[in-house]
């Protein structure tokens, strides 16, 4: 895999610089940017092409079906910070909108890939479906880009102890409180990003303020306590940081939307705003309503003590 750079990224497809064609592409969703994933990146990386990703924003099931739950291991922020990781100096991110769901494969890759993009080579996994009703195949792909005049590589599927490693594997196994099983499938740990918002502060009033960051869009590990790690990815305190952190709905102050709530250890300083990457690492026990605000505070310090001990293990 090539030295990660500064990654452009590219939203709209028509018009495109000529300096922007000519890449090598992998393409796909990448939701968790896993271990699958990672192979099919690594093949367009073989070509004497800049290494390039398209995908699409919003996730295509999420056109089709709104009112799914969520279900993204990553929002678009987390992928690109990971595909940039990986070396890729072009990030083609485009709208799937109607326009673009009514494509067929043969607009898609005539218009989109070739006259648009001017690909030089698309690698896709082996299940790859593109186009109106999710008519084309890798194999279709690769007929259409003899016409078009781009290379088509197909990547095979990556298992692991005899199971295809995908995205719904690595949903489950967070569902079920396996962070550390869903680490091996993608590669990377499992992390959540986004902006620090404003809570209701009763952390800090505990003696334990921690970072709240809102779940909107995203699959939902079990709910519970995590030992974490933390990176802090904007600011003048940007760095990487232990800590704990708790996923659920607070049932002890009767809230219902959940979000996740980070304690960084050993840090002072205002985060409101500020971009964090938060990797689960651990799940430590389940959320649980307290009698009282001081058993919860004993259960806060002995949650801080088991965190240290797993990520000093690391």
Known sequence: MREAGTMQTITNWQGLDPALRGASVAMGNFDGVHLGHRSVIALAATQPAPLGIVTFE??????????????RLMNAEARAHRLEKLGVARLYELRFDAALAAMSAEAFAQDVLCAGLGVAQVTVGADFRFGKGRTGTAEALARLGEGCGFGVTVAPILKSEGADISSTAI?????????????????????????VEHGAKRGRELGYPTANIGLSGLH?????????????????????????ASLGVRPMFGENAPNL?????????????????????????????FASLDALTRQIEADCAAARSCLTAL
Do not use: C, N
Request: hydrophobic share 40%; aromatic share 12%; glycine share 10%.
């Open 58 to 71: 919003p996730h295509p099931r999420a056109f089709f079906a709104p009112a799914t739950a969520p279900f």
């Open 171 to 195: 949903r489950a196994a967070l569902s079920e409180g396996r962070p550390r099983d869903a680490a091996a499938m993608l590669g990377h740990w499992h992390r959540i990003e986004g902006a």
């Open 220 to 244: 939902l590990p079990r709910l519970g306590v995590y030992a974490a790690r933390v990176d802090v990815l904007t600011g003048p305190q940007a760095g990487s940081y232990d800590g704990v």
């Open 261 to 289: 709530e980070t304690y960084l250890f050993d840090f002072s300083g205002d985060l409101y705003g500020h971009h964090l990457s938060i990797a689960l690492i651990d799940y430590l026990r389940p959320e649980a309503k």
